[in-house]
Structure formats: structure tokens, C-alpha cells
């Protein structure tokens, strides 16, 4: 089994947000990380933006040369922006605005009507799909 290290970069924005500047740059965290060792970096994309914000997503993008893992919730607005930026891949993840960070997995028997659409459109645009699900066996 081959062992790789992708880092999450959503709490240096988080951290950029709280100060109201520009810094610490998410981008900037990425590369370091990048010429550290690590295999790929991910990026939340939260409907709210709390975070991770579309320019930071877009610069990641065209900056990072290992691997680009974007999350996001399974919204008509996040397939459109990952269709438009093209990340290597996509994890789709559940949303609450009362958490923090996410705190549990997609429902993806009752979300199948949207989820599979969804799943198969990000596919169809080239992009490798994972989800992040319930930890629950009707929904593996």
C-alpha cells in the first residue's frame, strides 16, 4: 500500500478571514506544502464561504502541481465552478451552517435523487469523484 499525504488548506483562509487581511495565503501554505512532500492538497469550498473562497480556488488551481482535491456541497453552483476550474478531483461532502468543520457524512440514500445526477455530471466533465458518506452501512 502505497502511503500519501494530501493537506487541507481551509483554516489558513480561516485564519486569513478572521485577521480581515490577506494573509496567511492559502496558495502560499499549498506550495510550501507541495515542496515539503505532500502528494496533494485540498480545498473546502463552503456555499457560505467561510473559508476557502473562489479566488483562492481558482489560484490554487493554476499554481498547484501535485494534486487538487476540492470539496464541496452537491449544489447546481458547485458542480458549475468545479466544471469551470477542473480540480483532479471532487469529494462531495454535507453542509451545515451550524458546524465548524464537517462533521459527518453524506446521506446518500435519501440524497441519491440529487447526489447521482450530480456525481455523473462531474464524471462526465473528467473529474474523479469521491464522497465523503455516512458511516453507516446502508449508505456504503
Known amino acids: 500500500m502505497t502511503i500519501r499525504l494530501h493537506v487541507n ?3 489558513v483562509a480561516t ?13 502560499f501554505a499549498a506550495l510550501v506544502c ?10 473546502h469550498l ?5 473559508h476557502i473562497a473562489d479566488a483562492d480556488v481558482q489560484r490554487l488551481r493554476e499554481r498547484i502541481t501535485t494534486f487538487f482535491n476540492l470539496e464541496m456541497a452537491p449544489t447546481e453552483e458547485m458542480v458549475r465552478i468545479a466544471l ?8 462531495l461532502v454535507p453542509e451545515r451552517r451550524e458546524e465548524r468543520t464537517t462533521e459527518g457524512g453524506l446521506d446518500v440514500v435519501r440524497g441519491a435523487p440529487t447526489i447521482g445526477p450530480i456525481s455523473r455530471r462531474l464524471i ?5 469523484l469521491s464522497l465523503f458518506i455516512a458511516a ?5
Open 136 to 140: 453507516d452501512e446502508a449508505h456504503v
Open 84 to 91: 469551470k476550474v477542473q480540480p483532479d478531483a471532487v469529494t
Open 124 to 128: 462526465e466533465g473528467g473529474i474523479k
Open 15 to 27: 485564519l486569513r478571514n478572521a485577521r480581515g487581511t490577506v494573509y496567511p495565503d492559502p496558495v
Open 9 to 11: 488548506v481551509d483554516h
Open 46 to 50: 463552503r456555499e457560505d464561504r467561510r
Open 34 to 43: 507541495e515542496r515539503a512532500g505532500a502528494d496533494g492538497i485540498t480545498a
